[in-house]
């Protein structure tokens, strides 16, 4: 039976795609560009951007936080690609090389929320937006520690469970914000 977090779940995801098949359309996939340091540098500039309009109460920039949430997916999405296409030289790759990838990982991290959730009782609804940004702030400092540790790490999760932990807490804040309706 399909929940109703793993409904609105689906929806944040599938507009999160777009957009990406969208951009990849326009630009490409300039982003391969990027070392896996420089997306959490990305990440972290819109996560950072959030936190800042939550806490003056205003923004000077038109932009909604909903898309720093969105970007905040993708870029993580695009950082478990990268990971996954590190023995690829390619720069340029064609939508229909990446979309299995993207879907690959964005169904990994909802089996991973799926999990979390049935042992945790979806406390994240219960969560203040602002908390959960938070929490996506901390995630990207780990990101960066274990990034200067060369993705050595004695007892913690590596890079790809804090991407995808990261993911999941920007679904759940756009669930929040109404952005899967």
Same mark, same amino acid.
């Given at each position: /039976? ?8 689906? $929806? ?8 990406? @098949? @969208? @951009? ?29 309009? $939550?806490?003056?109460?205003? $923004? ?5 936080? *909903? ?23 390619? /720069?340029?790759?064609?939508?229909? &090389?990446?979309?299995? +990838? ?10 991973? #929320?799926?999990? @979390? ?22 995630? +990207? ?5 274990? *990034?200067?540790? $060369?993705?050595?790490? #004695?007892?913690? &999760? ?7 932990? /990261? ?15």
């Amino acid at each position: /039976m399909k929940t109703q977090t793993a409904s609105e779940y689906s $929806q944040v995801i599938s507009h999160c795609k777009e957009l990406f @098949k @969208k @951009k990849t359309l326009d630009y490409g996939t300039a982003w391969r560009i990027f070392r896996l340091p420089s997306i959490t540098d990305q990440i972290f500039i819109k996560a950072q951007r959030i936190r800042s309009i $939550q806490e003056k109460g205003a $923004q000077k920039v038109d932009d909604p936080i *909903e898309d720093d949430f969105v970007g905040i997916i993708n870029y993580c999405l695009m950082a478990l690609m990268q990971i996954s296409l590190k023995d690829d030289p390619r /720069m340029e790759l064609p939508y229909s &090389e990446l979309e299995p +990838l993207y879907d690959h990982w964005a169904n990994a991290t909802k089996s991973l #929320l799926e999990n @979390k959730n049935h042992d945790y009782g979806e406390a994240w609804r219960d969560m203040r937006v602002s908390s959960m940004t938070d929490i996506i702030l901390m995630k +990207l400092y780990r990101v960066k520690q274990i *990034e200067d540790n $060369q993705g050595r790490t #004695l007892v913690s &999760e590596g890079i790809e469970a804090n991407y995808q932990d /990261m993911i999941n807490y920007a679904v759940f804040c756009l669930i929040k914000l109404g952005y899967h309706a």
